[in-house]
């Protein structure tokens, strides 16, 4: 197993042009120039911004031609404190100020969603729309600090609520629709909301799915609200019995303006307000800067996504999940941004791919899990569309297993970036992931972000390579959170990330640093399993199960047993196959093989359905808490909750 971790083939290279068309190579050039240096790599660029933390971060300023004020010197200060660093502490900057600087022959958002919907939002109508939104937001009242929330699906409305709200210095803060009223309250309950945002339903797979009894159980329980907009999509007819309601035509046309004030904010003011996913209690309210996603964002977007003015940018996410965020601050670089909204596999499989190619998109990111299940369904898109224009396909979500880069090279596009990309909610972006001037190998994530100064860890502190550890950033950046909402003393932020090792953020990532000083990843540390007191990964062993034919997918959990930890492991099988003896032995087979035999596990049980949170992340912790009689207390995080009744009192567990 070591060996074949420290072999991975070249997949794919950048040609010599491309590299020197990218974005990356030019600020490279920008940085030798302007410091008198010979830089000719992205490992020596990497080297650099870490070792030269200011200069890189005011040379990112520079570039993206930032609006606003860097203030005074020094740019970062104290220059390594987890938490306390502040960038450009003396400066002032607005988020939506600068998302709105474009004005190009490219419209800002296209939106398409399941229902053939279509819609372009131009640069002008984005920010006239903005205005007047703004504009409504003042005449209510509100006034920086105040918290603005969305409960919305991916449409260019809610794009247009959060940078208004971040126009005059409001927090923002959105769930997605297929949330439960339990799970919006969980949210919006502890930030307590002035104005919403929201609408009568959405389309999925198909059919319409109304909320209007969602929406109207969630405004009563929020008394924070003064003020609820509804932008509808299904135009359904319900007379709202409140004042409070208002429609979303109807403030664009009393409130309309094309004027718009940004104002100063230091680097260090909230922006949004992300939530946990919330699987063991209620969700924590992450507190992120303005300032802080400004400068993160132009570098993963601009420089590792390498998006420009008039690209074309998309990734398949709904506005429950951290993607969004990111998604949007393609407006940063005057690219077109891509919403859609829907299944990703209704009316077919293929459906993102035939919006890819007719809207020849540069950048497409989905979710690693989306990739397999296609690569389960052996869809081939390689024959049947035209990607001429695909430079980038951006995974997360989960590890990208080395068997679904093979996928895409042999059934996706072959001359295609695969940027695994790995990071969080936590600080809304990566700390590792690809890059337009290194090489693509199988199964690893090509390296760390600029400015992220990332190590493998010990649990001694010692810094790994070849050795599987902890994943944790030992310099400051722009998006730490500011704190957590209603934390005393900043105690869940501590414990969060700075109680293993002092200082140094400590992600939760159990991960390997590679001899090409590429990355892999092995699942969450809290989910790590310890059989006989040994670390395994739980997605090396989902790396060998999701290759077996009959298995759709797999869970993996921990059980005490006997004074040790036994592997059990969850599988739904494909339709028309049963868990016999002979496929039992076929997943012990290639998980011996493929792992080793410390990874097989001790009981495999068959499932109608695997737990996932609302962005597609299997819930381990939970199933593994259920499995030992602990109470689930947030099942609401969950999307499909129903599930968990089956994984109560397994006989099989019992021996």
């Keep these: 197993m070591e060996k074949e ?3 991975n083939p ?23 120039a302007k410091y008198d240096l010979n830089l000719d790599s992205f ?46 502490p003396n400066g002032t900057v607005n988020y939506a100020e600068n998302m709105l600087s474009g004005d190009t022959r490219g419209p800002a958002i296209i939106f398409k969603s399941e229902d053939k919907v279509r819609k372009e939002v131009s640069w002008k109508d984005l920010k006239s729309q903005v205005a007047s939104l703004a504009n409504f937001l003042k005449k209510e009242g509100v006034v920086k600090g105040d918290r603005i929330a969305a409960y919305m699906p991916n449409v260019p409305e809610t794009v247009i609520m959060m940078l208004a709200a971040s126009s005059i210095g409001a927090i923002f803060s959105s769930a997605s629709p297929d949330f439960g009223v339990d799970g919006v309250l969980d949210r919006f309950g502890q930030i307590e909301p002035k104005i919403l945002l929201t609408t009568d339903g959405y389309w999925y797979n198909g059919k319409e799915v109304n909320i209007t009894n969602k929406v109207i159980e969630v405004v009563k329980a929020l008394s924070s609200l003064q003020r609820v907009i509804i932008s509808p999509l299904l135009d359904i007819n319900t007379e709202y019995d409140s004042n409070k309601f208002i429609q979303y035509s109807d403030v664009q046309q009393k409130f309309f303006t094309e004027n718009i004030v940004f104002e100063a904010l230091s680097l260090d003011d909230p922006l949004y307000i992300m939530f946990s996913s919330g699987t063991t209690g209620k969700p924590k309210c992450i507190v992120h800067s303005n300032g802080g996603i400004l400068l993160k964002h132009l570098v993963e977007m601009g420089l590792h996504s390498n998006a420009r003015e008039n690209s074309k940018v998309f990734y398949f996410t709904t506005c429950g999940w951290m993607m969004w965020n990111w998604l949007v601050s393609g407006l940063l670089l005057k690219s077109t941004i891509y919403l859609y909204d829907g299944s990703p596999f209704y009316p077919n499989p293929e459906i993102l791919w035939d919006y890819v190619s007719s809207e ?9 899990k989306y990739i397999d299940a296609l690569s389960k369904e052996k869809i081939n898109i390689i024959d049947k569309y035209d990607l001429t224009n695909l430079e980038i396909i ?3 979500g989960s590890p990208l297993i080395h068997e679904s880069f093979d996928y895409i090279y042999e059934n996706v596009k072959k001359d295609v970036s695969v940027a695994s990309l790995s990071g969080g909610t936590d600080i809304v972006g990566c700390f590792i992931g690809g890059n337009p001037m290194s090489s693509v190998r199988r199964g690893e994530i090509q390296g760390p972000i600029l400015g992220m100064d990332v190590h493998v860890y010990d649990d001694d502190g010692n810094s790994l390579k070849n050795k599987k550890g902890e994943l944790v950033c030992i310099q400051s950046f722009p998006t730490m959170p500011l704190y957590f909402w209603n934390d005393k003393n900043n105690e869940k932020y501590h414990d969060a990330y700075f109680d293993k090792y002092p200082n140094i953020w400590c992600h939760g990532d159990y991960i390997l640093k590679t001899e090409n000083n590429g990355f892999i990843i092995f699942g969450r540390s809290d989910a790590t399993l310890n059989p006989g007191g040994v670390r395994i990964g739980t997605a090396e062993i989902y790396r060998q199960v999701e290759q077996i034919e009959e298995v759709l997918e797999g869970l993996v959990v921990g059980q005490i047993w006997q004074g040790d930890t036994r592997v059990i492991l969850f599988i ?35 499932v109608n359905d695997i737990p996932r949170t609302k962005s597609g992340k299997i819930a381990e912790l939970a199933v593994r808490d259920l499995i030992h009689n602990k109470q689930i207390n947030n099942q609401t995080a969950l999307a499909n909750p129903e599930c968990l009744d089956e994984y109560k009192n397994i006989n099989e567990l019992n021996f």
């Design 43 to 88: 490992s020596e660029l990497h080297n650099w911004s870490i070792e030269n933390k200011s200069e890189f971060w005011s040379s990112i300023w520079d570039f993206f031609k930032i609006i606003g004020s860097k203030g005074t010197e020094p740019y970062i200060e104290p220059e390594n404190k987890m938490p306390g660093s502040k960038f450009f």
């Design 394 to 396: 951006g995974s997360t």
């Design 360 to 368: 020849n998109i540069n950048f497409m990111g989905v979710s690693a």
């Design 5 to 7: 971790i420290l072999s």
């Design 10 to 32: 070249i997949l794919w290279s950048p040609s010599n042009e491309r590299v020197k068309s990218s974005q990356m190579f030019r600020f490279l050039q920008n940085i030798n």
């Design 572 to 606: 739904r099988l494909n339709k028309n196959n049963d868990l016999t003896q002979d496929l039992i032995d076929k997943i012990k087979r290639k998980i011996r093989v493929g792992a080793s035999p410390r990874h097989i596990p001790a009981k495999i049980i068959a």
